[in-house]
């Protein structure tokens, strides 16, 4: 058979890196070098739109991030959406009850599968000519389409992209990349042993609340690392220690009294924590690793038990096999985008998401155990109350520091003695995007 028709021309690369000698990653190498340790980013890295783009990237797309819990999709079916950018991800338990990332595009011409962030579906039907995928990924049904017998496309080769992902504890990562790392794996090792008690594969989402706070997204990390602006959570520290990340040496005198009640609280969380063989002991990688973390168990004030004005149980039902609610909270840190807290009756997982140079969801959720029943063993409004007002605090933080790094005035200042994981964060983003604007 002849034809008329051109030879098609060739496919372009799939993925468009800036190429060495690109002006953008040039500008982003000079703002890296031109960091100073000790202080913030420059400006530009918090506010302009190429450099953003250069963020989801050369990170966001080729880094694990944190993409929900499994509490998140209890049965096959139910799934969520992630959106970096340009590039969405849909997470779903599959028929066999099998944790699974796609692409969030069909593979006919390209339509959106699911737009909603989280739903519950049977198969994966294409809203434009309904092409069927099974929650596997598998093509199962393309109405009219020449059979393969008939020569027509393999459905074999239709299948929706697969995107890594690795469950931790019940945590539930994801990685764009085609060869992600392992650093998951060697991470997911090191934290488990503090989470797995509480039983997150067991438990159930009890609220979520999605915030759009007004920044940069490492802005709104930045701002979680450090508590020197604690005194504008006036709920949150009936229960959080002020001198959270303070050396003993640099406990100031008007926190002397609260640190002396965090000392006995330690000791007597360390004998809890010997007792029934929960680990507590702080673990850090911040710096040099792609997934860098801080895993730690630490007390809390008050009745010690949870994130409440008088820090007493927020749920009647404990997580897990605990039977102890005086437990604190394991606090665990992930770059690029989660920080979690898990009490003995509850955990609360933050998602941070970019969705612009100068807007991030925070994502917000709430676990309690399956049993736990609402409005007899736990009130939502009680229950994520202090969280709420937080949240919301931080995102006016947030705001400011946005209004202010886009300011020509501004310049990186220093940082405070209890700023160090704040700088142990920008470190390690300047040491990624070096990297991988150099790969
Ligand atoms: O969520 C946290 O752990 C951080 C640490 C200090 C301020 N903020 C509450
Ligand atoms: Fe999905 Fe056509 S674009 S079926
Ligand atoms: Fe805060």
């Known amino acids: 058979m002849t034809s008329t028709l051109p030879a098609p021309a060739p496919a372009p690369a799939r993925t468009a890196p800036a190429a060495p000698g690109d002006p953008v990653r040039t500008r982003l190498l000079d703002l890296l070098d031109q960091r100073r340790p000790g202080r913030s980013l420059l400006g530009a890295l918090y506010t302009d739109p190429e450099l953003h783009d250069l963020d989801l990237r050369l990170l966001w797309h080729r880094q694990w991030f944190f993409a929900g819990t499994v509490a998140e999709l209890p049965e096959p079916g139910d799934y969520l959406t992630v959106d970096l950018g340009t590039v969405s991800v849909l997470v779903l338990?599959?028929?066999?009850?099998?944790?699974?990332?796609?692409?969030?595009?069909?593979?006919?011409?390209?339509?959106?599968?699911?737009?909603?962030?989280?739903?519950?579906?049977?198969?994966?039907?294409?809203?434009?000519?309904?092409?069927?995928?099974?929650?596997?990924?598998?093509?199962?049904?393309?109405?009219?389409?020449?059979?393969?017998?008939?020569?027509?496309?393999?459905?074999?080769?239709?299948?929706?992209?697969?995107?890594?992902?690795?469950v931790v504890a019940g945590l539930v990562f994801c990685c764009l990349a085609a060869d992600p790392s392992s650093d998951v794996d060697a991470v997911g090792e090191v934290v488990a042993p503090y989470l797995l008690p509480h039983g997150l594969d067991r438990a159930k989402v009890a609220a979520q609340v999605d915030l759009v706070e007004h920044g940069n997204w490492k802005l709104t990390m930045e701002n979680n690392r450090e508590c020197y602006h604690c005194d504008g959570h006036p709920e949150l520290l009936r229960t959080f220690f002020p001198t959270w990340g303070l050396r003993e040496d640099q406990v100031p005198p008007r926190l002397r009294a609260s640190h002396e009640r965090y000392l006995a609280a330690e000791d007597d969380l360390r004998v809890a924590c010997e007792r029934r063989g929960l680990p507590r002991e702080a673990v850090e990688d911040l710096v040099h690793r792609p997934l860098g973390f801080r895993v730690q168990r630490e007390a809390l004030d008050g009745a010690?038990?949870?994130?409440?004005?008088?820090?007493?149980?927020?749920?009647?039902?404990?997580?897990?096999?605990?039977?102890?609610?005086?437990?604190?909270?394991?606090?665990?840190?992930?770059q690029p985008n989660l920080w979690l807290h898990a009490m003995a009756d509850h955990v609360i997982t933050f998602a941070v998401l970019p969705l612009g140079p100068d807007r991030t969801l925070v994502r917000t959720t709430w676990l309690v155990d399956a049993d736990a029943r609402e409005g007899v063993d736990y009130d939502v409004e009680a229950l994520t109350g202090v969280w709420r007002a937080t949240n919301e605090q931080d995102a006016a933080f947030v705001g400011l520091t946005q209004a202010g790094v886009a300011d020509p005035a501004y310049e990186p200042g220093p940082y405070s003695e209890g700023e160090r994981q704040v700088d142990a964060f920008v470190s390690w983003y300047v040491e990624r995007m070096r990297e991988e604007a150099s790969r």
Not at 126 to 155: F, I
Not at 308 to 333: K, N
Request: charged share 25%.
């Open 93 to 166: 338990r599959d028929d066999d009850e099998q944790v699974r990332a796609f692409r969030n595009v069909c593979r006919h011409r390209g339509a959106r599968l699911v737009s909603e962030p989280r739903g519950s579906l049977g198969n994966i039907v294409c809203g434009y000519h309904r092409w069927t995928y099974a929650t596997d990924g598998t093509l199962r049904h393309a109405p009219q389409m020449v059979p393969p017998e008939q020569g027509g496309p393999d459905p074999a080769c239709l299948s929706l992209r697969t995107v890594a992902v690795r």
């Open 304 to 334: 010690g038990e949870s994130f409440s004005p008088d820090g007493s149980r927020l749920v009647a039902r404990l997580l897990g096999d605990l039977d102890e609610p005086r437990l604190g909270r394991v606090t665990l840190h992930a």
